[in-house]
């Protein structure tokens, strides 16, 4: 049973189509990522759930209870804004303790639940301190305490990272799972970066133009991504263009001067495709002794990793390795390269 | 919602600055004579008065150029300065800044008392021109006293346009220019200078338009026989109580000020509305 | 950031000394001990600072300034915060022809104005009223509270309010609680700014009022007009003063420079 349902939303500001016929159902309990590029729906998807902008069509229903035309303030969700949103002339206790003010709360009942919400993110010395007073990431963890205290029955995250370092926000990314994880409560998440929706969520949405375009776990998402624009979006992959040579248990494409087989249903004969690989797919071999040999034009230390650029007769490929496990060909080199049959992915 | 909200607003707005200027120019129109006072007849004897009779010619032609002559010398002392200041260091240029611009808060006519005592016949300038053997000279109640005054009054004026003007410059440019062999002279001349037009422009027209309108000033400074628009109207309205001789002058002034200010917004959208966006 | 040449320091002493030459030299003279405007030169005196206490007329036109701009001040206040919300926070048909309305009264010369409020009041009887000079002082000073608050509604991150909002705070308690403690700044610089051109102001002030409600600084011009003692001379001094209060109470609530040049 969904805990949170969202049929059919759409949003037009005046001919402009920002989000199409969008379906999601969230269970209790749920991460769920929005992903996307810039521009494509996810953040007006957020603000309708919020209550900030006005559905054009669509419901969304919370618990058996329609809110879609709910006002923002009736709506009871916990929402950590993309700037944080702190209330710059209260303090770090006022500011947490706010919601609770708003639903009449005692006052010791109220101390005692945010000083618990202060604990949960370790801020708790810093009750008396002003926003101005603190780093981004304690101010992002405030955010956060204020939006669960109030033991919201959805927890809303807009791009909540995108304004810390990577340090912190690799760091705050386990923060947010396993707070998320303690206390439980359902969350939506928007962001653009898909190293952070696919690291913490239990489900990624992908989005594009208003559309959703996949929902899937992290792990499947990545490993069979639905279209070429996934395929790119979420890490990264090479395109090999070809076309359908004959279909049967498993697909032939013909690609370059070489043949390929790979699972694909439904495909006709003579249908332009596109063959999905992941640069660490690819292994180095010798030359002449992999599927085909190629040139590395460029190589990049990337700390963990080698990324290298490789001139072959189907193109340029990239091939990640990681750094360590074997010898790197130096720039100009030609090797051969070698991967498994099941490491392509068919793409209409 | 938003014209709730704007609502008492607008009703005082409305009531004491629109419905008062129309009844002014209604007012313009109508007939006076010292005997009868003002009449609900309508003429315009007063505009033909105001623009066909030599004495006001007079007056607006010394409002005119004294107000020019006023904004010029403001541009020449105002844009320099303000150079000057954004180019030092805190805590000099704070104070600097606020010593420049406080007497905007005094009242106008504290500072026309200053300058009548400073340029007085016994006052310190007359003093120091006496110990230099050039004799006393006779500034107060000349053009020369309204125009020092009005300087003073005015300078603030054209600071704070071309103040607000330097502060958009990226000081890299200037840098670039000079890494390019650009004397510093020519720096200001070719970089500077043209970006900052607008902020001189804006200032000009503030300080023209206040001028040509300001009253404390010529009438403390002024004296009794050099008059200016706004002395001009003061006398048809408290001593001559020709009200609607003294509204069409105003008027006339309001007229004026408008011309200047739509041909400013005119020429500073084709000058300039490609290069400063 | 360059530095400045000694030509160009020397240029900046001689405006500075040409901008407080005035103030100074008004100062001064305000404690001569003699009849005449002379600088003090043996002995300070403050005989003529108790002959303005003591001129009933300088007194009473004071306190006509002060609640004059005080209410005028307050009512602009009033009238101008939700008036500058509504614009910076609205767009509707007619927003920059009521925002150009109000802050006209800064390009229409006060001469014109005076002239055509005196007008309005002549022909409904309000010639000697104080409160109708207020409304009249009201529409001269309200631009510059409208320009502070239309300033600090602009910079202002409206998702603090969609953050109260969210945590159920109805719409008039995040006005109270959320938007007005965060432009506070803004309108207490308009207030003030409001105050102390009121309290200044003139050229509109000597058309408009009657003799029971002159200001002092229409009382001023027509003292001076008449006669150049030293009486003149202390009472500008008092006003040097009491603006000078008046800035360093603007500075701390708002920034001096802030206020005078709009923002850093």
């Known amino acids: 049973m969904s805990f949170l349902t969202l049929a059919n939303l759409t949003k037009f500001y005046g001919a402009n189509c920002v989000v199409n016929d969008l379906s999601l159902r969230v269970d209790k309990g749920e991460f769920v990522s929005l992903l996307g590029p810039s521009g494509c729906g996810k953040t007006t998807t957020l603000q309708m759930v919020a209550g900030f902008a006005e559905a054009t069509s669509g419901s969304i229903v919370l618990d058996g209870r329609d809110i879609t035309h709910a006002s923002a303030n009736s709506r009871g969700l916990g929402i ?140 499947r998402l990545y490993e069979q991504p639905q279209s070429r624009f996934i395929s790119g979006f979420v890490g990264k992959a090479n395109l090999i263009e070809g076309r359908v040579a004959d279909t049967g248990a498993q697909a032939i494409i013909s690609a370059g001067p070489m043949l390929f087989e790979v699972d694909g249903v ?17 292994r180095f071999v010798a030359a002449g002794q992999g599927r085909l040999d190629g040139h590395v034009s460029a190589r990049f230390f990337l700390g963990s990793q080698w990324l290298c650029r490789m001139d072959t007769d189907l193109g340029e490929l990239a091939v990640v390795c990681t750094n360590g496990d074997a010898r790197v060909p130096a720039e100009g080199e030609r090797v051969g390269l070698q991967w498994s049959g099941d490491a392509m992915r068919v793409l209409r | 919602m938003p014209w709730a909200l704007s609502a008492p607003a607008l009703l005082l707005f409305g009531s004491l600055l629109l419905v008062p200027l129309a009844l002014t120019t209604v007012l313009s129109f109508h007939v006076f004579s010292h005997a009868t006072g003002v009449q609900d007849d309508f003429t315009l004897a007063h505009y033909a008065a105001v623009l066909g009779d030599e004495y006001y010619h007079g007056i607006f032609w010394r409002t005119f150029w004294v107000s020019a002559l ?12 303000a150079y000057v200041l954004s180019r030092m260091r805190d805590p000099w240029r704070a104070i600097c800044l606020l010593v420049v611009l406080a007497p905007l808060l005094v009242s106008v006519v504290v500072r026309a008392f200053g300058w009548s005592m400073l340029l007085g016949p016994q006052g310190p300038v007359n003093q120091a021109l006496q110990s230099l053997g050039l004799g006393p000279v006779r500034i107060l109640y000349t053009e020369a006293a309204v125009i020092i005054a009005l300087v003073h009054v005015m300078l603030p004026f054209m600071v704070i346009p071309v103040w607000t003007s330097l502060h958009k410059l990226d000081p890299a440019v200037e840098n670039a220019a000079l890494s390019l062999s650009a004397a510093p002279f020519t720096v200001l001349r070719r ?82 509305k490609k290069s400063m966006g | 950031m360059a530095k400045n040449s000694p030509l160009a320091l020397a240029f900046n002493a001689c405006v500075i000394a040409f901008m407080l030459a005035p103030l100074l030299i008004v100062c001064a003279v305000a404690f001569t001990p003699e009849n005449t405007l002379t600088i003090p030169s043996t002995h300070l005196s403050l005989r003529w600072f108790k002959a303005v206490f003591a001129h009933a007329d300088l007194v009473q036109s004071f306190w006509n300034s002060l609640w004059l701009a005080l209410s005028a001040a307050t009512l602009a206040t ?22 150009a309305l109000f802050l006209s009264p800064l390009v ?120 150049i003692d030293p009486l003149m001379a202390a009472a500008s001094a008092l006003m040097v003063g009491f603006t000078a209060a008046v800035m360093v109470l603007l500075d701390r609530l708002y920034g001096l420079d802030r206020i005078l040049v709009g923002g850093k």
């Open chain 1, 266 to 282: 439904g495909l006709l004969v003579g249908a332009a495709v596109a063959l999905s690989l992941r640069p660490e797919r690819i």
């Open chain 1, 80 to 219: 950590v804004f993309q700037s944080y949103a702190l209330f710059p002339h209260m303090s770090v206790f006022d500011n947490v303790a706010f919601g609770l003010e708003m639903r009449r709360m005692p006052l010791a009942e109220r101390r005692e639940r945010v000083d618990e919400a202060l604990a949960m993110v370790h801020l708790e010395p810093h009750r008396t301190s002003y926003p101005r007073e603190l780093s981004g990431g304690q101010r992002q963890r405030v955010a956060l305490a204020r939006a669960l205290v109030i033991e919201p029955p959805v927890l809303l995250l807009d791009e909540p990272l995108s304004n810390l370092d990577a340090k912190l926000r690799e760091e705050m990314q386990f923060e947010l799972r396993h707070i998320q994880r303690k206390v439980g409560t359902t969350t939506i998440m928007v962001t653009h970066d898909q190293t952070e929706a696919m690291s913490i969520s239990d489900r990624v949405v992908v989005m594009q133009a208003g559309r959703v375009t996949q929902i899937d776990e992290p792990f």
């Open chain 2, 70 to 81: 006023t904004t010029l010398i403001c541009i020449a002392i105002g844009a320099p300065e």
């Open chain 3, 108 to 227: 229409i010369p006060h001469l014109v104005l005076g002239i055509a409020i005196l007008r309005s009041f002549s022909l409904i009887g309000a010639t000697g009223s104080f409160g109708w000079l207020v409304l009249a002082h009201v529409v001269i000073v309200t631009p510059y509270v409208m320009r502070l608050v239309v300033a600090a509604a602009t910079g202002f991150d409206r998702s603090c309010e969609q953050a109260a909002l969210s945590l159920g705070a109805s719409h008039f308690t995040v006005f109270r609680r959320i938007t007005l403690p965060m432009i506070l700044p803004g309108v207490a610089g308009g207030w003030l700014l409001a105050f102390i051109n009121s309290f200044d102001e003139v050229t509109m002030s000597i058309f408009v009022t009657a003799p029971s409600t002159v200001t002092l600084p229409v009382r001023m011009y027509m003292y001076a007009t008449e006669s």
């Open chain 2, 191 to 272: 970089i500077v200078l043209p970006q900052v037009m607008p902020g001189i422009l804006s200032g000009s027209l503030i300080v023209f338009g206040l001028s040509a309108s300001a009253f404390a000033i010529p009438g403390l400074l002024g004296g009794r026989r050099l008059k200016m628009v706004a002395t001009v109207v003061y006398d048809e309205y408290l001593h001559e109580l020709n009200w609607p001789l003294g509204a069409a002058v105003a008027l006339l002034l309001l007229l004026a000020n408008l011309v200047v200010m739509l041909s400013y917004n005119h020429f500073v959208e084709r000058n300039y």
């Open chain 3, 78 to 99: 009033l009238v101008a915060v939700p008036a500058g919300l509504a614009i910076t926070r609205h767009a509707f048909a007619g927003r920059d022809a009521l925002n």
